[in-house]
Structure formats: structure tokens, C-alpha cells
């Protein structure tokens, strides 16, 4: 048979999905170690494999996006491509935090027939998750401790190694940053941004002082409060406005994004609705949709084990439900992009487009004589 006619050949539904590896991987180990199994060990080992070949598959279209934007020019046709695959990621997530409710038909007391026979096996120990934190670019300095050591130590060496080579650069948040920073309309012939930008924020928030303090619905009191919450929206404004307030806020950990790609993030968000940036504005809120949605699979994940368990130690020896809910309010990756709603000016106070320059972000043909 030559190669040509190999490629060619027929294969069983069975063969094509290795179903019999598949379905003959579930070994619950109360069958075992006891003459009468706990029935809903079956039901956590599956859910369990079946959150782990969803890693896999986020893994894959992670990996795919990276490469896309990993070099210095990124074709303006992978975007579409690229927004679809987080798509497909934004899909697997829900999928998972519906698994959830498949894990809640099983009671506490039911878990507890067989919780025993864990130890110390755990979630922690999934390699897959934490690879899926990295690539998205949650840095080790972000991290909540666990167990007093570093998130790795449950891996063997390999794993750890690619960890740190996943840590040390090239991940989505990496990419997607150096792919803002090259964003071309900052400064166009005359057009500068920053500058139209500034003027348009300070009439707004001077309209905004002005109907507080010229309203007859509120007390002083509620004016006073209501003017100290626009300075405080004032100040954020600096975190675009000025360079080296940036820098200080970078240096204390309230934002991730460089000043550049946060510029440009705002005019993307801005400008939505000029057709060459429709695709870059639906690619940054593909990102934060998944950021949104893994924090609430972490929070649903805590209320379960709470739920299950409510204040024991998990059977990897974590503080259970109190590190699962810590990790739901720390762990995000993309808060810079969430952020850039406390920047934005209403669609009436936008600063004009030059001519040129919305024919540069549209789609504009003209007819040949």
C-alpha cells in the first residue's frame, strides 16, 4: 500500500477517539479498598477528567493566538481568526463553571464516603490549569501562596521548568501588550490624540462639578461626597494624562499595562466604531470576558467546596474554601482593560478625526474613471 493510499484509509468511531482508553480510565479507589464502592466517586472522576481535556483544549487555542501575535507584524487578518479562538475559549468556560452544578448533585455526605482515599491528591496539583494561568499571564508575583511554597512545588522538575520558560515571557498578556504598543494612530500628522484627549476630560468633569454644585436635590453633605468621588476619578485620569503617574502606579502594583499599550487600549475603546478597529476593540473584550469568567469559576469553585466541605482542610492541604475565594479576588490578568471604563468620555465629547486619518481607520474606495 503506497503512503499516498495510507493517508486515505478508513477508521472506527472507537479507534478515532481511543475510546477505550478513555472509558477505561476511571479507577475509583473506593472500589478497591472497600466491598461496597461510594457511588459518586465515578461522578468526581469524570468531571474531573472531563475539566482536564477542556484544559487541554484552552491550551491549544492559547497557544494557537500567541504565535499569531508573537511577532513584530501581525497580520490584520489574524485578528478575526484570533477573536474567534477566544471565542471558543469564552465557550469552555462556561461549559466549566456549568460542570459545577453537575458536581453540586452529589451531597457533602456522599463526598465524605469516599474524601478519605484522596489524600493528598488535589486540584492545586493541576498542571494543566496552572499552565492555562501563565499563558494568559498571571506573573509569580501576583500569586497568593500556597502552603507557604511556591505554586510550582507540586510539579516535578520538568513541569516547573516549563512553568518558568512560560513565565518568562511570550504570554498572552505579553503579546497582546507589544501588539497595543505598536498601534499606529497615537500620533498621526497633526493628530495628537493625548492632547484633544486631556481638553475633552477636563470639560467633562467640569460639566460634572457644575450640575453637582448647581443641583437642588442633593444636601451639601451628598454634594461634598459626590465632588471627593470626581476628584478621585480625576486622579485615576493621571494614569494616562501623565507618564510618571503611570510609572508610580506600575511601580505599586495597581496597574500591569505600559503606559503605551494603555494609551492605545483607550483609543481602541474609544473609537470602536471606525471599522478598522471594530476587530482590535472585539479582541480586548474577548480578554476580558475570559478574565471575568475565570474569576467567576473561581468563586464558584470556592462556594462548592464551601459547600462540600465547608471550613475542613482541602485534601491537599490548602485552607480550602479561604484560598480558593482569595484567589477569585486577586488572580486577575486583564483588570488594566476593566479599568479603561473609568477613562472613557461620552461619544459627544470625542475629539474629531482628521479627514485623512478616518479614511486610514476606514474602509474607503474610490471608483477609477
Do not use: C
Not at 466491598?35 to 491549544?60: G, R, S, T
Not at 463553571?97 to 465524605?112: G, H, N
Not at 464516603?113 to 499552565?131: H, M, T
Request: cysteine-free.
Amino acid at each position: 500500500m503506497s503512503d499516498a493510499t495510507k493517508k486515505y484509509t478508513t477508521i472506527h468511531y472507537q479507534q478515532y477517539l481511543e475510546l477505550e482508553k478513555v472509558l477505561n480510565a476511571q479507577h475509583p479507589r473506593s472500589a478497591e479498598l472497600e466491598e461496597k464502592p461510594a457511588h459518586d466517586e465515578m461522578l468526581f472522576i469524570i468531571v474531573h477528567q472531563v475539566y482536564e481535556l477542556w484544559f487541554k483544549q484552552i491550551i491549544h487555542e492559547l497557544g494557537s493566538v500567541i504565535e499569531m501575535f508573537e511577532k513584530q507584524w501581525v497580520d490584520e487578518r489574524n485578528i478575526g481568526g484570533a477573536v474567534s479562538r477566544l471565542d471558543r475559549i469564552v465557550e469552555i468556560q462556561k461549559l466549566l463553571i456549568q460542570q459545577i452544578r453537575v458536581m453540586e448533585t452529589m451531597t457533602p455526605l456522599d463526598f465524605l464516603d469516599f474524601r478519605n482515599y484522596l489524600f493528598p491528591a488535589s486540584g492545586f496539583q493541576s498542571f494543566q490549569f496552572r499552565k492555562v494561568e501563565v499563558m494568559l499571564g498571571l506573573r509569580p508575583d501576583q500569586r497568593l501562596t500556597y502552603n507557604e511554597a511556591p505554586y510550582s512545588a507540586v510539579f516535578t522538575e520538568e513541569q516547573g521548568r516549563e512553568l518558568k520558560a512560560l513565565e518568562a515571557g511570550g504570554t498572552l498578556f505579553d503579546v497582546v501588550e507589544a501588539w497595543l504598543e505598536r498601534t499606529p494612530f497615537l500620533e498621526f500628522k497633526g493628530f495628537r490624540f493625548l492632547e484633544y484627549y486631556r481638553s475633552a476630560v477636563q470639560n467633562m468633569l467640569e460639566r460634572e462639578r457644575a450640575a453637582i454644585n448647581s443641583t437642588e436635590y442633593l444636601s451639601p453633605e451628598k454634594k461634598a461626597m459626590r465632588l471627593q468621588m470626581l476628584g478621585s476619578t480625576d486622579t485615576y485620569f493621571q494614569s494616562v494624562l501623565d507618564a510618571k503617574a503611570h510609572r508610580r502606579m506600575r511601580e505599586e502594583g495597581k496597574l500591569q499595562l505600559s503606559y503605551k499599550a494603555s494609551i492605545a487600549a483607550l483609543l481602541i475603546n474609544l473609537y470602536r466604531d471606525e471599522p478598522i478597529l471594530q476587530m482590535p476593540f472585539n479582541l480586548l473584550m474577548r480578554l476580558m470576558d475570559i478574565d471575568e469568567l475565570l474569576t467567576s469559576w473561581r468563586y464558584r469553585h470556592a462556594q462548592m467546596v464551601l459547600r462540600m466541605l465547608g471550613r475542613k482542610v482541602g485534601t491537599g492541604g490548602s485552607s480550602g474554601y479561604d484560598y480558593l475565594h482569595a484567589t477569585a479576588v486577586k488572580h486577575h490578568i486583564f483588570k488594566d482593560l476593566h479599568n479603561i471604563s473609568t477613562l472613557l468620555i461620552p461619544r459627544s465629547e470625542l475629539p474629531p478625526l482628521p479627514r485623512e486619518l478616518k479614511e486610514e481607520l476606514g474602509f474607503l474606495y474610490t471608483q477609477k474613471e
